[in-house]
């Protein structure tokens, strides 16, 4: 069974550019140069109606990682991450991701809201985790969905200095 999760992460630039960061390959090669101290690669980018798919290979060391699931594994986890962004319209745009952590049982995915206006954006991140291992998933889940909160929090920080930077 999953555990569901939500965060809001504020941008402090306008939907327009946020949205259009999300949909520019050069972004999302600084994010994951950053969002890690290992950094991951951007496998590939495709611009796809007003948007992007996106897949990213990332890499997540232990020390991001809940305490519990530190126990369990002896190395960092490997992230498959796909990211499709939908166009903008009037100042919103839907955004999904499916996350697979390579050789484990995790797995995660969600959908995210974008909406601002010309000055601060807003991403609603509604999450699912699931951690398939039997008795201990349904404790680990909570901790893995508050670890991607602080994930996406420091994402969203990644996006806001690209775009002061770059737009």
Known sequence: MATRSENTVTINQSAEKVHQALSTEQ???YDVANLSPEPGEVNEFKAVDGGAEVTLFEVLPLDVLPEAVRAMISQALKVKRVVNVGPLADGKADITYVADVKGTPVDFKGEITLAGDDTTTTLA???????NIPFMG???EPKVGTALGELFNNEGKLAEK???ENL
């Not at 991140?125 to 951690?131: A, H, P, Q």
């Open 27 to 29: 972004f999302w090669a």
């Open 162 to 164: 690209w775009i002061s």
């Open 138 to 140: 349904p404790a680990i």
């Open 125 to 131: 991140y509604s999450n699912e985790v699931s951690v």
